[in-house]
């Protein structure tokens, strides 16, 4: 059913930049608002960044606000997080997901393996 395949994270340097990737499957992409979400050691899981359907909208957490972008590509069902500026706080596991109203945050209720994303002083 819902497949969602992270990509993209490894490790950088304070102020250096990464590109995630997230390729969708068993739903219809282009309908729904896509989100990314991370969760750091001892930490609940936090949404990052959302984008709407048509990616007219999006919007951040205030953390990351001015150094992540979120954009999609509905023709090929991928979404992707563009970090800029990156910071020893940014460090986490980083899923994408379709977000809801379940008590974690999506709307399906299944998670992809995440991608880690370790940033280092």
């Known amino acids: 059913q819902v497949r969602l395949v992270e990509s993209g994270g490894g490790l950088a340097q304070v102020g250096g930049s990464l590109r995630l990737s997230c390729v969708a499957s068993g739903f219809t992409f282009s309908n729904y608002h896509m989100s990314w979400f991370r969760q750091a050691p001892g930490k609940e899981r936090e949404k990052v960044a959302t984008i709407s359907s048509t990616a007219d909208k999006t919007h951040y957490r205030d953390s990351v606000q001015g150094r992540f972008t979120i954009s999609r590509d509905n023709t090929k069902n991928l979404v992707y997080l563009q970090m800029n500026d990156l910071k020893v706080e940014d460090t986490a596991v980083y899923y994408c997901?379709?977000?809801?109203?379940?008590?974690?945050?999506?709307?399906?209720?299944?998670w992809g393996q995440g991608t880690q994303v370790s940033v280092s002083s």
């Open positions: 997901n379709v977000p809801g109203q379940r008590p974690d945050g999506s709307h399906f209720g299944s």
